[in-house]
């Protein structure tokens, strides 16, 4: 395999050089975190099948025009990104009370939502990323109003698409968090979807069963995790046919 420069690494995911300029190399590992890393483990075949759940989903936003980092998959474990300027936020869409948030107001877990409820979180393992309000996020110039007022119908989008893509196999879109990027031309932004769509970064329940199909699985111990996700996968239609774990490449710092 190629030599070449790792960028960036995280819990989930490594970035490397793309083979263009603007690119980047996505790397998805089998690393498996909860409770801001506290909990650890290496799941085997975890990073092929967010790589391939995060390709569908990307490119099925593509598809009714919401804008994503996605270029195309490459192999089993990655997939060719464009470049972009993250915004230091989370942003959180939920359906259904569940985890901090029912945790918070005192809700039965699975409690339906008025309507689809958007909240921030700033992005800083080291404090746990808090839940912020739009006027911290203005004052402290993480984005401005122009850009909040973008990602919040943006993020209504991709939660009208995942819920009716989850709801047609059988499963509830509980919450999910995404993150957004900007692209610049020349004095021109654009904000798109970016790192990963995936059931690390989705709560997934069973519409019949109530089973979990998301990281709660691994958080709660409630079985395999791998189970879990290559069921998502299968109703889906992305199953890959071998799920193996692949050695990660030679780095050049």
Known sequence: MARRKKIYEGKAKILYEGPE??????????????FN??????????GVLNNRLSEFFMTGLQSIGVPTHFIKRLNMREQLIRQVEI?????IV??????????????????????PIIEFSYKDDKL???LVPEEYIIAFGWASQQDLDDIVPLAL????????????VGIKLVDFKIEIGRIWDNDYQ?????????PDSCRLWDIESGQKLDKDVFRKDLGSLTDAYTEVARRLGVLPSNVTHRPRPTLIN
């Open 21 to 34: 300029p603007g690119t980047l190399v996505q790397y998805f590992k089998d690393d498996a975190t909860a």
């Open 37 to 46: 890393a506290e909990k650890k483990a290496v799941i085997e075949g975890k």
């Open 87 to 91: 915004i230091p936020l989370e942003v």
């Open 94 to 115: 939920r359906n259904f009370a569940a985890g901090s948030m029912a945790k918070r107001l005192g809700l039965e877990e699975g409690t339906p939502l008025p309507r």
């Open 128 to 130: 746990g990323d808090p």
């Open 157 to 168: 989008r991709v939660n009208d698409f995942l819920s009716g893509v989850m709801h047609g």
């Open 190 to 198: 654009r904000l798109v979807v970016a790192d990963e769509i995936s």
